[in-house]
């Protein structure tokens, strides 16, 4: 297993398929965009398959989400997630999207074994998605999610980072309509993930300042019914159920006590955070000839030295050096 030494079991892996993205959310990329990473530096498909099966068959990993960058970019990302669907045991899979070309994929990508989605909406207006987005890409979005939900990849999860004095007063109305939808909500602290390194915590919109703004609007009751376990989001009965929202609070109310994640960068490092400031590297041992055993060990001894929190609390805390498009949802 992929135990850390303060007992935690990582079962949840998150696989990077591209650094590149054909958004430019200010949360995480500047409008002019970065350097991608070169395509020899990247895992191939088969580098991908091998190390998810690694993972699958001998290190106890029962959950594998597609993520980026924007995975939809990676042209074999319908090869791979068959792949991956044909392991045994078949761990969940699921994916972590922007949603543009979602309209055209969520089909083929549910007959190839997909189990659901994630797509962020930050959100309901089109010239505020210009303003954080640098693209005009909303119809492509919410297209993309409806076809999502008619292709059974459900629950349709929503991510919503809100930005103070820019979408701030949308809480409610992304609930409304996340409702009216059928889709499940998913608010999110921004976090110090920028490439530009411009994350403040005074302008952070809070978990409990996203509650108390929903609650203006609806009753929400902690949902008791199920354990949240090592779930990032606090999960709450909306008007008494059955549907839920679920706010992150990944900067204030950390998790990282039953934290069950581990992530593979797409240039194949391992990272135990995403606030990590070490990796792991297993594609140099993997293209120099390393057996799965070797990776295997190498993979074990890299999850062994997880911290205990991401730190973001301690003065000492310093923003990865890698922005959140390049490590990977």
């Avoid at 989001?233 to 992150?248: C, D, Q, S």
């Avoid at 039953?258 to 995403?274: F, I, M, S």
Wanted: aromatic residues 4%.
């Amino acid at each position: 297993m992929l135990r850390d030494s303060f007992g935690r079991v990582a079962t949840d892996l998150r696989v990077s398929l591209t650094d590149k993205c054909n958004l430019r959310c200010t949360y995480c990329m500047p409008p002019e965009g970065l350097d991608w990473l070169p395509k020899p530096e990247l895992l191939t498909a088969d580098e991908i398959v091998r190390l998810v099966t690694i993972g699958v068959e001998r290190l106890g990993i029962t959950e594998v989400r597609y993520t980026g960058g924007e995975p939809l970019l990676r042209r074999e990302l319908i090869d791979i997630v068959a792949r991956t669907a044909e392991l045994e045991p078949r761990p969940q899979i699921s994916l972590t999207s922007n949603g543009i070309g979602l309209a055209r994929l969520a089909e083929p990508l549910a007959a190839a074994g997909l189990d659901r989605v994630n797509v962020s909406l930050d959100t309901l207006d089109p010239g505020t998605f210009m303003r954080l987005a640098h693209r005009d890409r909303h119809a492509d979005v919410i297209a993309g999610l409806a076809a999502a939900d008619a292709a059974g990849l459900r629950p349709v999860k929503i991510n919503a980072v809100l930005m103070r004095g820019i979408n701030d007063h949308e809480a409610v109305p992304l609930l409304r309509w996340a409702l009216d939808q059928g889709y499940e909500l998913r608010f999110i602290e921004q976090m110090p993930l920028d490439a530009q390194h411009g994350w403040s915590r005074a302008d952070m919109v809070t978990a409990d300042e996203i509650l108390r703004l929903l609650s203006t609007e609806f009753d929400l009751i902690p949902d008791d019914r199920e354990e949240r376990g090592s779930a990032p989001a606090e999960r709450f009965l909306v008007n008494g159920g059955p549907a839920r929202v679920g706010v992150i609070g990944s900067v204030t109310r950390p998790f990282c006590g039953a934290c069950d994640r581990v992530r593979l960068t797409a240039d194949g490092q391992v990272r135990n955070c995403l606030f990590a400031t070490e990796e792991s590297d297993l594609k140099t041992a993997m293209r120099a000839g390393a057996s799965d055993d070797e990776l295997a060990e190498r993979w074990v001894a890299a999850v062994a030295t997880k911290r205990a929190g991401h730190g973001i609390d301690d003065p000492s805390f310093l923003q990865p050096a890698r922005p959140m498009s390049a490590i990977g949802g």
